[in-house]
């Protein structure tokens, strides 16, 4: 063995662990799939979502609506922004296995051990492992809006439907719809740490995210108790996509903003018990 | 240099090491050994900082793993389990290690060439035989030069030509001043690869010397007596100081194996294993006792039995359970 062609390295430092987190996330297969089909589904659900505009607004029933009461086309479900979006509720759940992979694959490989090993500072590796999934999620959320809108616009403006972006709240929506992405990855890496198994962190982030609103919006419009209404609107996916809806607030959800402060808080309140945990626990 | 002082580590009720305290020191091998379950690798984790000792501490050229700011310089480990993703290839994995320590791609060349790797390195670890698991692992654990190495069953699963290389690997290392702990429940892997040796059983250590030392003390030297008058030459023996053990079941097989003479069946011969007496003592003693002798033989016990002996309360698995381990259950 040779010691002479290395020179002595450094310290280990933050912008160290980034790249080492950066290449490990970007040599598994695993991660192209994952952001792949993330993009692929908000396209594929802005593609599809436009095409049913199109053939409602096209139908005589609701053009002959329009012309009886002009309020409709404008209140309709149909904005360019909520095609555009469409695709995020599917998506987030691509995005949470993303997160959640990228601590419990560490667990289930014995990886973590020489990820540990190589920096002992696990809060360090924690907060690596977050900026990389934040930068990778902003990216392939924008990408993946504006390739929904580039397919989008050429179906949408043949029935005079198109995204304004000077308008305020469309622009919240869309940043919104970044921001929303965010968090989940961020919630998922902390849910991740906290189980370290790949498939109780999956369950417990796909149960989170989507079969508890599930349940929850059913009991909402079939029933009026107040406890109901309130755990309804406190749900983390609940809650946090209020930032990408447009329109007027329904009385029993809360408000864009506040709605994706209770999200961030989620993931924050993740985040924080992961960084608690992973220093107490053995690797 | 590793320094450990009164290591322990329990796991709610089960104590897997218990007030451990030993030194490696640099420029020799050192060989860590137990049976299976004896507390080595939980011992090499707390080492690393991977896990948290329940007391006691243990410092790395004389800091705590932790504290240390370029660890893969300062410590090299190949980790019991494979502690590599499988989707990942190899040269992968040792990048995005190496890039923790800003240590070179050229390093990474290098120990995929010098650990032989070289020709599977761009495949998926995934698809690796035991023995390239193990090569990636010592790749692994050579990427930052360290000064000591930590090495836990480095020969697991590999070929015998891969054996010889890690055993002369293990020496070369240490012969250039480095630090190099490494853990088998092989006796006789250990004899051949280490110069100082610690044993290991239910999370205490049983010896901590010289492996020549070892073997001198542990490996008893006993004779074999068959004779027909093993009662008469026992109570000589004993009374010479040697002290006699009772023979074993195979050797009454042995005796039994014999058959009968021409002239026929000759007294039953019985055998006695004596220790504290050599042969020629022996031998006169049953002269002037007036005890007939069908076998005299010295025999040396072998540095597996002598290892098996020292750990044989210290097994935390056994083939067949005794009772008492039975119950406990």
């Not at chain 2, 060439?113 to 090569?135: H, N």
């Amino acid at each position: 063995m040779t010691a002479t062609a290395t020179a002595r390295p450094a310290r280990v430092g933050f912008g160290r662990t980034l790249r080492s987190e950066w290449i490990k996330l970007w040599s598994l297969r695993s991660t192209w799939w994952t952001v792949g089909a993330t993009v692929v589904i908000m396209v594929g659900f802005a593609l599809m979502f436009a095409a049913i505009a199109r053939l409602t607004m096209q139908s005589p029933d609701i053009q002959q609506e329009m012309a009886q009461d002009p309020s409709v086309q404008v209140e309709g479900m149909f904005d360019a922004v909520a095609v555009v979006t469409i695709g995020y509720s599917f998506a987030q759940l691509v995005v949470a296995v993303l997160g959640a992979l990228a601590v419990t694959n560490e667990y289930s490989s014995g990886m973590v051990r020489a990820t540990f090993a190589a920096v002992p500072q696990r809060i360090q590796v924690l907060t690596a492992k977050l900026a990389v999934l934040v930068v990778t999620t902003v990216a392939l959320s924008v990408v993946g809006l504006a390739l929904s809108w580039l397919v989008t616009m050429p179906i949408l403006s043949s029935v005079d439907i198109s995204l304004d972006l000077s308008d305020g709240e469309t622009l919240r929506a869309l940043g919104g719809t970044v921001l929303y992405l965010v968090a989940v990855v961020a919630l998922a890496l902390g849910v991740g740490t906290l189980l370290r198994h790949t498939a109780g962190a999956i369950f417990t982030l796909v149960a989170l995210l989507f079969v508890l609103p599930m349940v929850f919006n059913i009991l909402v419009s079939t029933s009026d108790i107040e406890w109901v209404r309130t755990i309804n609107k406190f749900l983390p996916s609940t809650a946090g996509e209020r930032v990408i809806a447009t329109g007027t607030t329904p009385d029993h959800l809360l408000t864009p903003w506040v709605g994706f402060a209770v999200l961030a808080g989620y993931a924050v309140v993740a985040l924080v018990a992961a960084a608690v945990v992973l220093r107490r626990r053995d690797a | 240099m590793i320094e450990a002082h009164d290591l322990t580590k329990r796991y709610g009720s089960k104590t897997a090491v218990d007030g451990v305290s030993f030194t490696v020191r640099p420029g020799v091998v050192t060989g860590f050994l137990g049976p299976n379950g004896a507390g080595k690798s939980t011992t090499m984790r707390m080492i690393m900082g991977l896990d948290r000792p329940t007391a006691g501490s243990v410092t790395v050229n004389g800091h705590p793993y932790a504290r240390l700011h370029a660890p893969l310089t300062e410590v090299g480990a190949l980790l019991e389990a494979r502690a590599v993703h499988p989707g990942r290839s190899a040269y992968q994995h040792l990048r995005a290690l190496a890039a923790t320590h800003g240590i070179p791609d050229s390093r990474v060349d290098e120990v995929v060439e010098l650990t032989g790797l070289a020709p599977v390195a761009r495949k998926r670890v995934g698809g690796f035989s035991l023995g390239m698991g193990q090569r990636l692992g010592i790749a692994t654990a050579l990427l930052g030069d360290p000064r000591t190495l930590i090495l836990d069953e480095p020969v697991n699963g590999l070929d015998p030509e891969g054996v010889l290389w890690v055993r002369n690997l293990a020496k070369h290392l240490a012969s250039e001043g480095r630090t190099v702990f490494l853990s088998s429940h092989l006796m006789s892997e250990v004899a051949l690869t280490a110069d100082h040796v610690i044993v290991i059983g239910r999370g205490r250590i049983l010896a901590d010397a010289p492996v020549s030392e070892f073997v001198d003390s542990a490996s008893r030297r006993s004779v074999r007596v068959r004779t027909p008058g093993a009662a008469t030459l026992r109570e000589a023996l004993e009374r010479a100081g040697a002290s006699v053990a009772v023979p074993r079941p195979d050797d009454e097989a042995d005796a039994l194996a014999q058959g009968p003479g021409r002239h026929g069946a000759p007294p039953r011969a019985e055998v006695l294993e004596v220790t504290g007496l050599d042969a020629p003592a022996i031998g006169e003693l049953a002269l002037t006792s007036g005890v007939v002798l069908h076998e005299l033989t010295p025999v040396r016990s072998t540095l597996e039995d002598a290892y098996m002996e020292l750990t044989a309360d210290a097994v935390e698995y056994r083939t067949s359970p005794t009772e008492d381990q039975e119950t406990a259950r």
